[in-house]
Nanobody, 123 residues
Protein backbone atom coordinates (compact mmCIF):
# COMPACT_ATOMS: atom_id res chain seq x y z
CA UNK A 1 0.00 0.00 0.00
CA UNK A 2 1.42 3.34 -1.07
CA UNK A 3 1.25 6.13 1.49
CA UNK A 4 1.75 9.82 0.79
CA UNK A 5 2.43 12.55 3.32
CA UNK A 6 2.44 16.23 2.38
CA UNK A 7 4.16 19.02 4.23
CA UNK A 8 5.07 22.65 3.76
CA UNK A 9 1.73 24.41 3.68
CA UNK A 10 1.06 27.59 5.57
CA UNK A 11 0.07 31.23 5.41
CA UNK A 12 1.83 33.61 3.05
CA UNK A 13 1.17 37.07 1.67
CA UNK A 14 0.32 37.59 -1.97
CA UNK A 15 3.48 37.61 -4.05
CA UNK A 16 5.26 35.29 -1.67
CA UNK A 17 6.50 31.73 -2.07
CA UNK A 18 5.94 28.35 -0.48
CA UNK A 19 7.40 24.94 -1.14
CA UNK A 20 5.37 21.79 -0.65
CA UNK A 21 6.79 18.30 -0.26
CA UNK A 22 5.16 14.91 -0.61
CA UNK A 23 7.04 11.88 0.62
CA UNK A 24 5.90 8.41 -0.35
CA UNK A 25 6.37 4.98 1.12
CA UNK A 26 5.24 1.47 0.29
CA UNK A 27 6.06 1.50 -3.41
CA UNK A 28 8.93 1.89 -5.83
CA UNK A 29 8.79 5.64 -6.32
CA UNK A 30 10.43 5.74 -9.73
CA UNK A 31 7.52 3.74 -11.15
CA UNK A 32 4.88 6.28 -10.19
CA UNK A 33 3.40 9.32 -11.83
CA UNK A 34 3.16 12.04 -9.20
CA UNK A 35 0.61 14.82 -9.28
CA UNK A 36 -0.48 17.82 -7.25
CA UNK A 37 -4.12 18.83 -7.00
CA UNK A 38 -5.91 21.49 -4.97
CA UNK A 39 -9.37 22.13 -3.68
CA UNK A 40 -10.65 25.48 -2.51
CA UNK A 41 -13.73 25.81 -0.28
CA UNK A 42 -16.90 25.33 -2.27
CA UNK A 43 -15.01 24.34 -5.41
CA UNK A 44 -14.16 21.10 -7.11
CA UNK A 45 -10.70 19.62 -6.88
CA UNK A 46 -8.51 20.82 -9.72
CA UNK A 47 -5.26 19.72 -11.30
CA UNK A 48 -2.15 21.76 -10.53
CA UNK A 49 0.91 19.92 -11.83
CA UNK A 50 2.20 16.45 -12.61
CA UNK A 51 5.53 14.78 -13.13
CA UNK A 52 5.36 11.47 -14.90
CA UNK A 53 7.46 8.44 -14.13
CA UNK A 54 9.01 8.79 -17.58
CA UNK A 55 9.86 12.46 -17.01
CA UNK A 56 6.92 14.26 -18.60
CA UNK A 57 5.75 17.44 -16.89
CA UNK A 58 2.36 19.13 -17.02
CA UNK A 59 0.96 22.30 -15.46
CA UNK A 60 -2.44 23.87 -15.20
CA UNK A 61 -2.61 27.10 -17.17
CA UNK A 62 -3.36 29.01 -13.98
CA UNK A 63 0.02 28.13 -12.45
CA UNK A 64 2.34 28.01 -15.48
CA UNK A 65 5.37 30.18 -14.97
CA UNK A 66 4.75 30.43 -11.22
CA UNK A 67 4.81 26.83 -9.95
CA UNK A 68 7.47 24.18 -10.51
CA UNK A 69 7.07 20.47 -9.87
CA UNK A 70 10.14 18.34 -9.30
CA UNK A 71 10.93 14.96 -7.88
CA UNK A 72 13.85 13.40 -6.06
CA UNK A 73 13.70 9.68 -6.71
CA UNK A 74 16.42 9.00 -4.14
CA UNK A 75 14.26 10.58 -1.44
CA UNK A 76 10.91 9.23 -2.70
CA UNK A 77 9.69 12.82 -2.68
CA UNK A 78 7.92 15.14 -5.07
CA UNK A 79 8.02 18.91 -4.57
CA UNK A 80 5.90 21.84 -5.62
CA UNK A 81 7.65 25.19 -5.57
CA UNK A 82 5.07 27.96 -5.64
CA UNK A 83 6.14 31.50 -6.43
CA UNK A 84 4.21 34.73 -6.99
CA UNK A 85 1.32 33.34 -5.00
CA UNK A 86 -2.12 34.87 -5.39
CA UNK A 87 -5.13 34.79 -3.07
CA UNK A 88 -6.87 32.54 -5.59
CA UNK A 89 -4.18 29.92 -4.96
CA UNK A 90 -5.65 29.39 -1.49
CA UNK A 91 -6.70 25.75 -1.18
CA UNK A 92 -5.90 22.40 0.33
CA UNK A 93 -3.12 20.93 -1.78
CA UNK A 94 -2.89 17.16 -2.13
CA UNK A 95 -0.38 14.96 -3.84
CA UNK A 96 -1.36 11.83 -5.71
CA UNK A 97 0.40 8.81 -7.18
CA UNK A 98 -0.35 6.38 -9.96
CA UNK A 99 1.70 3.32 -10.88
CA UNK A 100 3.16 3.73 -14.36
CA UNK A 101 0.46 6.14 -15.41
CA UNK A 102 0.26 8.19 -18.56
CA UNK A 103 0.98 11.54 -17.01
CA UNK A 104 -2.63 12.15 -16.09
CA UNK A 105 -4.05 15.58 -15.37
CA UNK A 106 -7.32 14.27 -14.00
CA UNK A 107 -7.92 13.13 -10.44
CA UNK A 108 -9.40 9.89 -11.72
CA UNK A 109 -6.01 9.01 -13.20
CA UNK A 110 -4.54 8.58 -9.70
CA UNK A 111 -5.04 5.80 -7.20
CA UNK A 112 -3.19 6.97 -4.11
CA UNK A 113 -3.70 10.25 -2.29
CA UNK A 114 -2.26 12.15 0.61
CA UNK A 115 -4.38 13.91 3.20
CA UNK A 116 -3.50 17.37 1.99
CA UNK A 117 -1.90 20.50 3.35
CA UNK A 118 -3.50 23.92 3.63
CA UNK A 119 -2.10 26.83 1.68
CA UNK A 120 -3.53 30.26 2.46
CA UNK A 121 -2.53 33.36 0.54
CA UNK A 122 -3.56 36.67 2.05
CA UNK A 123 -4.12 39.78 -0.03
Amino acid sequence: QVQLVESGGGLVQAGGSLSLSCTTSGGIFINYDMGWFRQAPGKEREFVAARGWRGSTYYADSVKGRFTISRDNAKNTVYLQMNSLKPEDTAVYSCAAQFRGRGGVSAKDYTYWGQGTQVTVSS
